[in-house]
């Protein structure tokens, strides 16, 4: 049963990448700025600013390849550390697929990797990371902004940690 589901995936995916071969896109960037909330278990820290830097290729009309990095300084801390340092960020890079249901609204599932430093840490360290986002592309009219929602998490010490992040970037073709 297992190796005929296999088998099914493995020949929709052929058929998928090769009626998609001839569609032709240019790639697309994006850069801004975040702002990340509803931290969990993310040093007694409770918000974060930062960057984004992104790009994706249309290979079909409904789906594209992504890749995202961004950078989150996490503030707002509500402990009183001695040697008046907050140090905690989290740089993830994830790759995923976006699916497009609609012409400018948009969901990814992605994975990848992130590098790490929370406030009791003496280094900085990567783990395997996780992530899920939907956004908006505002038409030309509006100078092509994107707004997209987020949700990036990676295991640290046995704990599922994670941040969401509401980012607004440019979109440059």
Known sequence: MAKGIRLTFFAS????????AQYKSIPV???GGTIAFGLSHMASNNIGI????GAEK???????????????YFTGDKVFYMEGKNKAF????????KAYPFRNVYA?????AVYFLLN??????????????GGINL????????LQMSYTGFQFEGINRGYTTLAAAIIIR
Request: proline share 5%.
């Open 120 to 133: 009791p840490m003496h280094s900085a360290r990567i783990s395997l990371g996780y992530g899920a986002a």
């Open 29 to 31: 960037f994006r850069l």
């Open 90 to 97: 989290a740089a993830p890079l994830l790759a995923g697929i």
């Open 50 to 53: 930062g960057g984004m830097a």
């Open 13 to 20: 995916l052929v058929f998928v990448i090769a009626a998609s």
């Open 58 to 72: 249309l290979f079909s009309k409904s789906f594209a390849a992504e890749l995202e990095i961004s950078y989150t």
């Open 139 to 146: 038409p030309r009219s509006n100078n092509r902004l994107n």
């Open 108 to 112: 990814s599932l992605r994975t990848g």
